[in-house]
């Protein structure tokens, strides 16, 4: 019996643990030596459990820093690196596979075939091209036409473990006491608080196919919330990708996003209302030119100031959610929007007045300085946010976070919040598209 492939897993915490769960985890033909990690804060130095690796892993998985890749093909001897994570251009992935074969190791991605579970229920799959480019308010949006339907809606999170693994197998969050029994981050909350806020369950964690069959039980429909631009984990009856004008042709350089572009039954391109009329157009080709098949839908993106006299002649420190400002490369999102509208005196850089961890960020991702990115992926780290915050000159904070932030951070500076939702620009095309699928 010949010896099983040796596999190095490049992941964020996400994809890579899935891929492992649905296609390594009981597989003896292969030995999955250990997981590297990259873009999301403090996830390297752990080990993915033995609850959750499976009776071929009596020790668990390590999870090391992707810097250590090199090293780890040569010690290990390892016949495979699988890239598992999203939202970086397609030379990026092509340049790490590379690295991978200089080192001599193969290289590869997964596709649909390998990763993705049926289930017994109708599933529709919310994705996108980049991140930032509107999937909450998307999914926010479809889960009210469901409901208007009178169908029980299930939202499923694509993967944010960033505590305890073991833990976070498999996450229910029906009310805020499940978001603070479960110690989530602020990024973490930025995703299931809308939904709770709507009266929707939302259910996320490390093992999916659990995760699925536990919803199944209470759901009528499945609404698969994707994260980053990263493929859906479940088959969809209906999947629905959403496209940035603000980013025009990035739907089809940016990795896995053009595989959604391609892939979807209906393209979304969203933020038409603050976006130039070539830029939305140019997508619209790119939709006839590499997936024909698909609904091509225009969408705005208003924006709202919950007390805008608060604002008005101010100066402001603008926060954006932070994974549209990281590794969505945007330099800003709604808040700058909101600002402008709300008609502020200055926009306040919070740069020079940035804090540790806070100040990292903005050395790791330049376009992000101006504003405050929502980094909260730990106690330290909002801890840092509130000290820049706090450190920052200006007379009023606007946070364009999904969430309510205030109740996480303390801070000594009112705080208002900007909202934003999906409007189409001709009303009804996404109801038709979900009748379709869901009798």
């Known amino acids: 019996m010949s010896e099983p492939k040796r596999v190095l897993i490049l992941g964020a915490a996400g994809r890579d643990f899935h891929n492992f769960n649905t296609y390594y985890r009981d597989n003896p033909a292969y030995k999955v030596v250990a997981f590297t990690a990259t873009q999301i804060p403090d996830i390297a130095g752990r080990k993915y459990p033995v609850e959750l690796a499976g009776k071929l892993y009596p020790n668990g998985i390590p999870i090391k820093e992707e810097s250590e890749a090199v090293d780890i093909i040569k010690s290990e001897k390892v016949d495979e690196c699988v890239f598992a994570y999203s939202d970086v251009t397609n030379d990026y992935v092509m340049h790490l596979a590379s690295v991978c074969m200089v080192a001599g190791a193969d290289f590869k991605l997964m596709g649909c075939n390998s990763t993705m579970i049926k289930s017994t229920k109708p599933v529709i799959a919310?994705?996108?091209?980049?991140?930032?480019?509107?999937?909450?308010?998307?999914?926010?949006?479809?889960?009210?036409?469901?409901?208007?339907?009178?169908k029980k809606v299930v939202a499923i999170r694509h993967p944010m473990p960033y505590g305890d693994l073991a833990a976070q197998a498999c996450q229910r969050f029906e009310t805020y006491a499940d978001l603070d029994l479960h110690k989530c981050t602020i990024e973490e909350r930025e995703e299931y608080e809308p939904h709770i806020d709507n009266g929707f369950i939302i259910y996320s964690g490390v093992d999916?196919?659990?995760?699925?069959?536990?919803?199944?039980?209470?759901?009528?429909?499945?609404?698969?919330?994707?994260?980053?631009?990263?493929?859906?984990?479940?088959?969809?009856?209906?999947?629905?990708?959403?496209?940035?004008?603000?980013?025009?042709?990035?739907?089809?350089?940016?990795?896995?996003?053009?595989t959604n572009f391609r892939l979807s039954d209906v393209i979304i391109i969203n933020k038409c209302d603050s976006a130039e009329e070539k830029n939305i157009v140019a997508i619209e080709e790119n939709a006839k030119k590499y997936n024909p098949k698909a609904m091509v839908i225009r969408a705005n993106s208003p924006v709202t100031i919950e007390k805008p006299e608060l604002v008005k002649g101010k100066k402001v420190l603008v926060i954006e959610d932070g994974p549209t400002l990281t590794h969505g490369s945007m330099s800003y999102g709604a808040g700058v929007v909101a600002a402008r509208n709300g008609g502020v005196e200055e926009i306040v850089d919070p740069t020079p007045f940035a804090v540790a961890s806070i100040a990292a960020t903005y050395k790791k991702y330049p376009n992000a300085k101006g504003i405050l990115p929502a980094m909260g992926y730990g106690d330290k780290q909002i801890k840092d946010?509130?000290?820049?915050?706090?450190?920052?000159?200006?007379?009023?904070?606007?946070?364009?976070?999904?969430?309510?932030?205030?109740?996480?951070?303390?801070?000594?500076?009112?705080?208002?919040?900007?909202?934003?939702?999906?409007?189409?620009?001709?009303?009804?095309?996404?109801?038709?598209?979900?009748?379709?699928?869901?009798?």
């Open 126 to 150: 919310i994705t996108a091209v980049r991140t930032g480019a509107g999937k909450s308010q998307t999914t926010r949006y479809i889960s009210r036409i469901l409901k208007e339907m009178g």
């Open 208 to 258: 999916y196919e659990k995760i699925l069959r536990q919803a199944e039980k209470e759901a009528d429909v499945i609404l698969w919330d994707g994260g980053n631009n990263d493929l859906p984990f479940y088959v969809s009856d209906l999947h629905i990708v959403i496209a940035d004008p603000h980013r025009p042709g990035h739907e089809m350089v940016y990795y896995p996003g053009e």
């Open 385 to 439: 946010l509130e000290a820049t915050i706090d450190a920052t000159p200006c007379d009023v904070v606007l946070s364009a976070t999904p969430i309510d932030i205030t109740r996480v951070l303390k801070v000594n500076k009112p705080m208002v919040r900007a909202s934003y939702e999906l409007a189409e620009v001709k009303g009804g095309q996404l109801a038709e598209a979900i009748k379709k699928v869901i009798k």
